[in-house]
């Protein structure tokens, strides 16, 4: 079943995909400095990731937590 059909898998591709944007914009600056376009939308989730920290953080761990025991 894709992620798109199955809302589990969409939230956990949702998660991974805002902390690998912050990550990479952390470490590499210059790759996602363009906001408009295909990579503005990776920009868009970096940003989400860096000002929603907390509740993302919260959000991977209990999305971990409910893949693990779940």
């Known amino acids: ?3 798109l059909f199955n809302f ?3 939230l956990t591709v949702v998660l991974l995909g805002i902390c690998a944007c912050t990550y990479l914009k952390m470490q ?3 790759i ?3 906001r408009t376009g295909f990579r503005g939308f990776f920009w868009k ?3 989400i990731g860096e000002r ?3 509740w993302v953080a ?3 761990f209990s999305m971990g937590v409910s893949i693990i025991f779940f």
């Open 58 to 60: 919260f959000g991977c």
């Open 28 to 30: 590499f600056p210059a």
């Open 52 to 54: 929603l920290s907390p």
């Open 1 to 3: 079943m894709s992620a």
């Open 32 to 34: 996602l400095e363009q």
């Open 8 to 10: 589990h898998s969409f």
């Open 45 to 47: 989730a970096a940003r």
